[in-house]
């Protein structure tokens, strides 16, 4: 299975965006890595609930960011994250109705790297740019 590797085209410039991304990715590289195991249903269990989480946290902070600078993206960013929410959230239920099939645990993998990279380049990089110049702004 591709590992997700971060790179430089996927930084927002702000730092604490990005090392909740780079945990983000992490806890992604470790869905995929326990996938390949094959032995991984209670660790891809304990990181689903773990991404959920974390993810939750991360975008209310992100959302608490743009909404404070005002940033022209904070509405769309928002929507794309309730979205991101509802969909891994029927994602995670039809994973548990199936007793953890790694075919379901392989489409949520799939959906998280096609997400991430998507949403971050997309938006979160804009969200980014205009919290900097709302900080430069300030100084
Ligand atoms: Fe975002």
Known sequence: MQKFEWNDSLSTG?????????????????IGEAIERGNGVNAIKKLLVFLKFYAEWHFGNEETCAAKHQCPM???????????????????????????????ARKIYDELCEWLVSHILLIDTQIGACIKESLAQQI
Do not use: W
């Open 14 to 30: 702000v730092p604490m965006i990005d090392s909740q991304h780079r945990e983000l990715i992490a806890a992604t590289n470790e």
């Open 74 to 104: 904070a509405g769309v960013n928002q929507a794309a994250h309730k979205k991101f929410i509802e969909t891994f959230g029927k994602l995670h239920d039809q994973y548990r109705q199936s007793e953890a099939s790694e075919e379901v």
